[in-house]
């Protein structure tokens, strides 16, 4: 009986690991920057069931504009922000593309840890 229960165990807590470890929109997770506004970090977090993505801004006399947002997975791939903004990874060169506004985008590269 205590063998049987110890291998229904194991087995809850390995399959319980690979499912975290393969999370859709993982991808997004981290810190990212951009060569187009470079005054702007991105740092995106998992919450819950949702992301939370928090925007800073440097400014040119030393302070800073931190602006937070919730953020969805609405599909594979993108991310929507407050319900405005999308955010798209992009898998080939592990970029992050905003859209801004139409026809009008950033791209942002993942900060090494």
């Not at 999370?23 to 470079?38: A, H, I, R």
Request: proline residues 3%.
């Amino acid at each position: 009986m205590k063998r049987t229960l110890l291998v229904i165990l194991s087995a809850g807590f390995i399959g319980t690991g690979a499912a975290f470890a393969d999370s859709p929109g993982d991808e997004f997770v981290g810190t990212w920057t951009s060569q187009q506004m470079v005054d702007t970090t991105l740092k995106i977090t998992r919450i819950g069931n949702g992301f939370a993505v928090q925007e800073s801004q440097q400014n040119t006399f030393g302070g800073a504009q931190v602006h937070g947002a919730a953020a969805q997975l609405v599909k594979p791939g993108m991310l929507h922000v407050n319900g405005s903004s999308v955010y798209q990874y992009e898998k080939d060169g592990g970029r992050l593309v905003i859209m801004i506004a139409p026809n009008t985008f950033a791209v942002f590269n993942r900060v090494a840890q």
